[in-house]
């Protein structure tokens, strides 16, 4: 006895493609129920106003090249900070974590914490820089309260107040309104 004898000729009917929900598809959610991306409303809130804008940021590499040939380096136990004297209205912030100061999440962390102490501190720091922080080892444990200490504390030891006045006076002549 052989087993061809028992293979069947018909093909076995294709299935189903694998499934893919549907709006309102579970029978257990209420009657008009909406997923959370289409029931989100704009928040007007204050917050807003206070986002880090892309405008803010450094970016591309030859401006980091630039702050590191051209500019000037003040250092402290948490960070360093390369800058330079720019002819923009704001002051620009890039940050550079490198493999050497630790794992990828350590990294996020301080370039998230730097990111929020640049945000808050924007309105005590002077005007018109390209400022690239760079971590330090001891900065792996800092909070975002220290971090913002130094940073203040560093560059507004390190930047004579002549130059941002010198920078803001030259901005204001070329608006035509002088202060």
Not at 141 to 154: D, H, P, S, Y
Request: charged share 30%.
């Amino acid at each position: 006895m052989t087993n061809e004898a028992y293979i069947s000729t018909k093909q076995t009917p294709k299935k189903k493609d694998p499934w893919v929900s549907i709006p309102y598809e579970n029978r257990r959610w209420p009657q008009g129920h909406q997923t959370a991306t289409t029931c989100r409303k704009k928040d007007s809130s204050p917050l807003i106003t206070n986002r880090f804008p892309q405008r803010l940021k450094l970016k591309k590499r030859a401006e980091f090249q630039k702050i590191f040939r051209q500019g000037q380096r003040a250092v402290g136990r948490l960070i360093c900070i390369d800058w330079r004297m720019s002819d923009l209205s704001e002051t620009r912030l890039g940050i550079t974590a490198s493999r050497h100061f630790g794992p990828s999440h350590e990294r996020n962390r301080f370039k998230r914490l730097v990111r929020e102490a640049f945000r808050l501190s924007r309105v005590e720091l002077p005007v018109g820089l390209d400022l690239n922080i760079i971590p330090r080892q001891h900065a792996r444990m800092a909070t975002m309260a220290t971090i913002r200490a130094e940073l203040v504390f560093l560059l507004n030891q390190s930047i004579p107040v002549k130059s941002s006045l010198n920078v803001i006076e030259s901005r204001a002549r070329k608006s035509g309104s002088l202060f």
